[in-house]
């Protein structure tokens, strides 16, 4: 006696405009963790999920990307209309399709419900953000709508699991009928059509309110977008941001830097002298206090993303910088990824997650590094006063740092709009297409889980890069050994680093720098800031009790360093040198690995590298030369 293969779970697909709440509605139905965001463009893969129905029986659902219609214009429209036919690997053709709307946004997004009718497919219609369209005066009957479209309507509040029961009941064999479609007659405008019977449905469903009558998200937009007003809010929001995550970030990071250097004290007083000792201190527990030192800005970073997407600022910030963003042959949405690459490179190229265009991405991705990170704030501060007599007024240094900068920005914009022009049209869209969401407050729950999942992504994949690196990097400076000394700069000199930096000298020269700064410059490749302790070793600077102490003694001894015919090594014009090589140059691996990640391309990544690399050696060579010939 054979028994039959138990029945597949039914089918289900999510399916709407970005910002409509489908991802929220999916994590309501399934219970998994999936980030929410206020912005358009977030959902940029298909998530899969279980829920069940009232009465128990298991059902499958897919949260397709947000799309504006069917066209296949886009990568996250292809995606759709592959779920929607059956052509997803891996996947049947739906049972049931639920177009999830925002209830005060009818008049844009019906036309796309109409477009899946027409497929022919059972539909239900779930009118999210009920709660919204009320507070702004908007009269619903979800009944009169239900008989317009011939699908069943669900009125429901997802972020608040209101009408989730109600949503289920419609899962229950058998599925709704495919609906009739009689404003498609197979000839004409269709898009025209879809237009007149989307008013036709409105009218009588949806009533507007007065049209004088404004939302609290009219009133607070004309602030946060005036074209005076908007400005100051926008700066004085974005320079919050920057403040926090340097201010607040500074204790959390001088204490995981105070443990880890207490957890270096207690293992090294607990084993012998010895490479294994050197490897677990100076390499393992050295390693990742270098990697989990930027985990509160990471934190701080992405708690921010998570307020601004979700109260729906963040649309209006992408709004506000489309226009300067534009010269660069890039869009609003690029902006804060950029902005917050001055953190840190790696946070900044995982929040282009946030871009839905793929080649803007890939150009966002490629230019972030050149926004100057606080990795390099050591290097700048040991070389700016070699620039300037002792003594000078706090504020030249200040507004070198600040030319440092936008050096750094606008050759930035320049690299943009090159590599955007290279790449071609996109395809994905032509023009900026960007939805204003209605003010909210924030989800707390789904910032936290959006936070904690960047957090772990970064402790457990790009941690455990940047810690092989570091040992990479201990073996170099590490072996071979002299036998005989226990100087720390001739062992440096004596290593395979010491020697590499032996061979690249004739390399490096050109630029003004001696084997001792192009060995400093390569131990740089684990973290920027590593260079100023590689040459506080190979100019035999002793630490000193605190951190200003010790570049100051770094300073001095560098300063009084000398090529073998007595010549000065550090002369102002080599420190200029100096400071456009780490503007442009990517020295941070760790950057490059997550870029091959965020790509999806080694190529990518690679090529990036080469690129900013050679850029810097060129910009560097190019400073000093000149600088020579008119005799600086």
């Not at 970005?18 to 298909?46: D, E, I, M, R």
């Amino acid at each position: 006696m054979s028994s039959s293969a138990p029945e597949s779970p039914a089918l289900i697909v999510l399916v709407g405009n970005p910002n409509v709440g489908k991802t929220t509605l999916f994590n309501a139905l399934t219970g998994a963790n999936q980030h929410v965001g206020n912005y358009a463009g977030v959902t940029v893969a298909v998530k899969r999920g279980e829920t069940f129905t009232p009465h128990g029986k298991k059902i499958t659902v897919l949260d397709l990307p947000g799309c504006y219609s069917l066209r296949a214009s886009s990568p996250d429209e292809r995606v759709a209309i592959d779920a929607l036919s059956g052509n997803l690997p891996g996947e049947k053709a739906p049972d049931l399709v639920v177009c999830v709307v925002d209830a005060s946004a009818l008049e844009r997004q019906l036309p796309f419900v109409l477009e899946i009718i027409e497929q022919g497919h059972p539909v239900v219609l779930a009118l999210n953000m009920v709660d919204v369209a009320e507070k702004s005066g908007l009269r619903l009957d979800p009944v009169k709508m239900s008989e317009e479209l011939g699908v069943p309507v669900v009125p429901m509040q997802a972020n608040a699991k209101k009408g989730i029961i109600d949503l289920k009941q419609t899962f229950r064999a058998p599925f709704p009928t495919p609906a009739p479609t009689p404003w498609f007659h197979g000839n004409g405008d269709t898009d025209v059509s879809r237009k007149k019977f989307t008013d036709r449905v409105c009218e009588v469903s949806a009533r507007r309110p007065d049209a004088h009558q404004q939302t609290l998200s009219d009133k607070l937009d004309r602030f946060f977008l005036h074209p005076i007003f908007g400005w100051v809010a926008f700066i004085a929001i974005m320079f919050a941001i920057f403040w926090t995550i340097f201010s607040w970030a500074s204790v959390p990071m001088d204490f995981i830097e105070g443990l880890f250097g207490s957890l270096g004290e207690w293992v090294g007083g607990k084993m012998p002298d010895g490479d294994l000792r050197s490897l677990i201190v100076d390499g393992v527990i050295a390693g990742l206090s270098g990697t989990l030192v930027f985990l509160p800005q990471i934190v701080l970073l992405f708690l921010f993303i998570g307020l601004l997407e979700s109260s729906g600022y963040m649309a209006r910030a992408a709004y506000m910088m489309d226009g300067v963003m534009a010269f660069a042959g890039l869009s609003g949405k690029s902006f804060l990824p950029m902005f917050s690459s001055f953190a840190c490179a790696i946070p900044g190229v995982m929040a282009t997650r946030t871009i839905d265009s793929p080649k803007e991405r890939l150009v966002t991705i490629f230019v972030a590094p050149w926004m100057s990170c606080s990795a390099r704030l050591p290097v700048y501060f040991l070389l700016i006063p070699l620039l300037l007599s002792k003594g000078s007024p706090a504020w030249q240094q200040a507004l070198i740092l600040f030319s440092i900068y936008t050096v750094g920005v606008i050759s930035a914009f320049f690299a943009a709009r090159v590599v955007r022009g290279r790449l071609g049209p996109d395809k994905t869209s032509n023009h900026f297409l960007l939805e204003l969401p209605p003010y909210r407050l924030p989800q707390w729950s789904y910032i936290l889980r959006h936070v904690i999942d960047r957090g772990w992504a970064f402790v457990a994949r790009a941690g455990t890069i940047i810690l092989g690196l570091c040992i990479l990097l201990w073996a170099l400076q590490t072996y071979p050994k002299k036998e005989g000394t226990e100087d720390a700069g001739e062992l440096m000199e004596y290593s395979a680093m010491g020697r590499i930096g032996n061979v690249i000298e004739p390399v490096v020269k050109p630029l003004g720098f001696d084997g001792r700064v192009g060995t400093a410059i390569l131990t740089s490749f684990a973290a920027r800031e590593v260079f100023n302790s590689t040459l506080g070793i190979l100019f035999h600077a002793e630490e000193a009790e605190d951190d200003d102490a010790t570049t100051n003694l770094i300073r001095d001894k560098v300063s009084a360093a000398t090529w073998p015919d007595g010549r000065p090594l550090f002369t102002p014009l080599t420190a200029v040198s100096l400071l456009v090589f780490f503007i442009y140059a990517l020295q941070c691996l760790p950057t490059s690995a997550v870029v091959a990640r965020e790509s999806g391309s080694l190529k990518w990544a690679v090529g990036q590298f080469f690129f900013m690399s050679g850029f810097a050696y060129v910009a560097s060579l190019l400073v000093f030369q000149a600088g020579r010939l008119m005799g600086f």
